[in-house]
Nanobody, 114 residues
Framework: QVQLVESGGGLVQPGGSLRLSCVAS????????MDWFRQAPGREREFVARINWSSESTSYRDSVRGRFTISRDNAKNTLYLQMNDLKPEDTAVYYC???????WGQGTQVTVSS
């Protein structure tokens, strides 16, 4: 069983940056594809970014490509999401997921507002 805990969310002004972290316990992350998703109020959960187990392959939704960077440190069982040039439309609860949706964290709130 894998437990995932996100952190790093908060309130930031448009154009600002945040780095989200997702720490795994109970089992190593090293073999899993990892994802970030987000869910804004009244909207469905949507894919944000993905990274494979070796960090050789990443993918992003179009609206965040070039602004967000997904990375991982398997030795620390930690997944990251560096978010730059944040926009109000990035406001959402951000979730990490392991093994193609088999495991989910509880989410961390990101609010982009002036």
């Amino acid at each position: 069983q894998v437990q995932l805990v996100e952190s790093g969310g908060g309130l930031v002004q448009p154009g600002g940056s945040l780095r989200l972290s997702c720490v795994a316990s109970g089992y190593g992350l090293g073999i899993y594809t990892m994802d970030w998703f987000r869910q804004a109020p009244g909207r469905e959960r949507e894919f944000v970014a993905r990274i494979n187990w070796s960090s050789e392959s990443t993918s992003y939704r179009d609206s965040v490509r070039g602004r967000f960077t997904i990375s991982r440190d398997n030795a620390k069982n930690t997944l990251y999401l560096q978010m730059n040039d944040l926009k109000p439309e990035d406001t959402a609860v951000y979730y990490c997921s392991a093994n193609l949706g088999a495991y989910w964290g509880q989410g961390t709130q990101v609010t982009v507002s002036s």
